[in-house]
């Protein structure tokens, strides 16, 4: 499913984005705790039982599962 262009989505994961890493660059939470923020609220949609906004729950857990994987939810050397 593509992600659609959702203007006020897009707002909201750059903000959360940021703030993640702005809680890592300030030692407020470290990046195992960040990572568990994401798998969290991946597992939160992959685990939503059969209805009509199925592929969207679908859809929303790999773009989480996404960002985990490229490493954008933490600043890596």
């Excluded at 994961?13 to 991946?42: F, H, V």
């Excluded at 592929?55 to 939810?73: D, P, T």
Aim: hydrophobic share 45%.
């Amino acid at each position: 499913m593509p992600v659609p262009t959702d203007i006020a989505g897009s707002a909201a994961l750059s903000i959360c984005e940021s703030l993640l890493l702005a809680l890592n660059d300030g030692k407020i939470l470290p990046e195992r705790e960040i990572l568990g923020i994401l798998r969290d609220a991946a597992a939160a949609h992959e685990g939503v039982p059969e209805s009509d906004k199925s592929e969207m729950h679908r859809a929303v857990a790999a773009l989480i599962n996404g960002i985990l994987a490229g490493g954008n939810s933490v600043r890596r050397p």
